[in-house]
């Protein structure tokens, strides 16, 4: 008996979202590219500074508890960490030149 009501509505559902997929409006002309300086941009000025401020008050918070070592090896993380991204970050910008000077 529930299984059968279940199928009612997923039904009466599916009837609802075929019905607004017919009236939504055809899809435009897309661009075919995306704007990698803008989203590398976005990341650089918004994104990371926000995270290295969280990182930042979790170090104070744990010092202020007493637990120095412990900032200090959360610290040395992600200064290796923030190493890693710069240099999957230069390898995104120099990655092509660096394959085409190693196997050419």
Known sequence: MILTEFGQALWQHAIYAADALAQAPAPSNAPKEINTEGVLGLL????????????????????SKGEVSRVL????????GLAFIAGAASLLFFGESLINVLFK
Do not use: H
């Open 44 to 63: 650089a000025t918004k994104v990371v500074p926000i995270l290295l401020a969280v990182l930042g008050i979790i170090f104070i918070g744990r010092a």
């Open 73 to 80: 090896t959360s610290s040395a993380i992600a200064i290796i």
